[in-house]
């Protein structure tokens, strides 16, 4: 009687919880029951998967039937996405960064400090045919030659009515070319050292110029927003090329498609198809103003940077290759990028950051080195480039000199190891 | 309405809202496009066209897509476009250029180094020949500079010119600066310590605030100041005297007052002198004559008081009863009684009394302070002693405190008061 009684109460008690669990999954969990239609429409996709877990892993059970489905097949996927194929997690990815050793370079220091302006240093263009030369734009609206070995120099050219703000020395001619605030891109003779042509068109200043490496095309671009291309013998603008929102930093011209590539205080980076006159690829990563582009002379790459931050892009089609270590670069005026691998970046704080190339590590910081009778507000990096070598680095600043920077010869791995290899997991980020 | 311009019609001409209806059109139609499915019939159950894009994407964009490419091979190689790339884009690209530069020949607009042909034009009745002169590639530039180019003093001798903040190396090298010159070059704090690359300076005689900076002060402050001070001044002036004219006139009539008064007085005197008596009391108001008469008797006072009151009524004046009175009673002097030891105390505490002592005396100065609140046992015991016959302690502390009976109030009837209060608010007749 006992024992009945006991059992019948059983039987209900299993029959009152029965009865609760639906109620309570029909009220609290049935809005999780289904999945959003484009997972379940993926899941469907991975069936075959699925069905091999469930025959070799624990049976699912049938009382509820449509969400534990679902349910069990979302966790499958999760489980196969932590595998080793893919790093989903931003620390894994972090730790196989930290595996890698970055390149080791050597460090860098002051050589010699060369006076001459009377403005800001605002281009610095280096002889490309026999690297005996280098050519310095100024606010002062004057463009100076100088001899890279003693550092004298060689010929003031005047014709500017306001401040030179791009130099570029053609490899294939006897030309260079300056583009100015005052609206005018003018070529110069260097046999006769005289300005020989003026390209009349840019409604504002001009802030960039770059000779198109096969073609006889020379791009600048400035304040008015656009990329004008000119064909150097007629004067005559071939193409404008329109798409910026904002005046432009800098433009660099490449062999092939993109052929130009062009940065802008709008953020953006765009690379242009020359041919139909439109941008290719706009890249709007950066968050600020994009002040430097500069192109890798041994691999088909370039690296921009804009504050605080510097990112290389593969070429042709501008994929994100590496982010620099560049968390406290404050605003960043120049990049520079030399044949070892090794990446300039002068801040307009006056500082000096030399980055690896390939991983992105900040092994060499430092600050410059003031000039003589210079204001302590006069420390920004305006300009730089490594000569064609590689092993000595020209910047021009605010303080109105021109620097020269040499890599140390002595130094070793053992004894200068730079600074630790420690990218934070923004670096992770796209 | 139509737009000759190729810009975009006007905001409100309502060509634009037709266009963009139209577009609208358009891309519901694509979105409707992807939404059916083989049968051509929309299908329902996708919520809506964001899902779709969300999908799209979705299928079109991989995790990979999102990690920077060198993360997990810093070696990986990214070749140099091949000489064959490049030379087919510079065909490419040098095929496109001569295509711009024939179709810009063709179509007018380039007219460099190209015999063009000539146009007849009819203007009226007259046709004109329109011939565009031929350009010389090469010439020099037609534009014309209007800025000032800056020609630096070449002097190939003397090397470059140093940088201008250079002192050691201006004209005159040897000469010291003096401390009267660096102050002159000091800038002023409200010239960016920053950056200030036009250079900009600041009048330095005026900006400085030193010496001769005030004397370009607008005169029309010190006028305003100044007015502002002279009405002031008069204003009070005014009030000054005004308050005077009021003061001299209130006294001349209270003067004239008394002088009628006198005058009054004088005359009924000699009147009255003629009519009865003379009067024999000058002034009979003060205190101390009647004092001592009243002193003298008290008979002669009744009879003065009489006599006052009658001259006052033959005169025609109202002297009230009191003043009469007045003149009989003397003033009570007071008889005042001093404690004599106030006078000590003050006189003590006066003398003693500084800075850090608050009071005069100490509080407990008689009594032992270490035992106020001690149970005097002895005075206890004597006092239960004495008082042991009578009652117990309860009892005693009763009386001592006064409280014979704890607890609450109790009233009582004043009955002797109701029967009172009846009897008076009885209606009717009383008796």
Known sequence: MDNYNSKHENVVLQQIDEVYRKARWTNQFSSMATLPKHLQDELNNKNNLHIGYQISGTPIQNDIPPTNNALSKMDTSISKS?????????????RQLLLQKPKWHAPWRLTKIINGHLGWVRCVAIDPVQNEWFVTGSNDTTIKVWDML???????????AMSVRGVAVSERHPYMFSASEDKLVKCWDLEKNTAIRDYYGHHSGVHTVSIHPTVDLIATAGRDSVVKLWDIRTKEAVTTLVGHKGPINKVECLPVDPQIVSCSTDATVILWDLVAGKSMKVLTHHKRNVRSISVHPKEFSFASASTD?????????GSLLTNFVSQSTGIINTLSINEDDVLFSGSDDGKLSFYDYKSGHLYQSLVTKPAKGSLSSERGILTSTFDKSGFTLITGETDKSIKIWKQSNTATPTEDPGLPWNPMSSSQRF | MSFSSL???PLHSGTRSSQNQRNRHKEESKVNALLKDEDNNINDDEPNEIDVIHRQIASNVKFEDFIPLRQRNFAMEIPLPTEDAIRQTKEKTLAFLNRLQRDDSKSSGNIIGKKTDATIMKIGNRSVKVV??????????RFKRTGKIYTPNVNQDKGPTTILHDLSSTTNPGKAISAEERSKWKIPTFVSQWKNPNGYTVDRVTGNGEGSGIKDINSGFSELSEALEDADRKAKQHLQEKNEAK???YENEVAEKEARLKELANRRRYNGSHNNEPLRIEKPTTPSHVNNKKSNDNKSNGILIQKLRNIAKQEGRDISEKIILGTAKATAVPEMNYDSRLYMKGAQSSARRHGEQLYDNPLFAQ???ESIYRTNYNKLDDQIETESGEGDIMNKVNKETGNMNRGPIEFTKAIAKEDEKNKTNKPGLQK
């Open chain 1, 309 to 317: 931050d510097i990112r290389s892009w593969r070429l042709p089609e």
């Open chain 1, 150 to 160: 003693t550092g004298k120099l060689k010929i003031t050219l005047a014709g500017h």
């Open chain 2, 132 to 141: 565009t002169p031929v350009q010389d590639p090469l010439q020099p530039s």
């Open chain 2, 247 to 249: 003061r001299i006139a």
């Open chain 2, 7 to 9: 810009l975009p019609a």
């Open chain 1, 82 to 94: 932590n595998g080793p194929i893919i790093e989903h997690s931003l620390m894994e990815r972090r």
């Open chain 2, 367 to 369: 009594q032992d302070i």
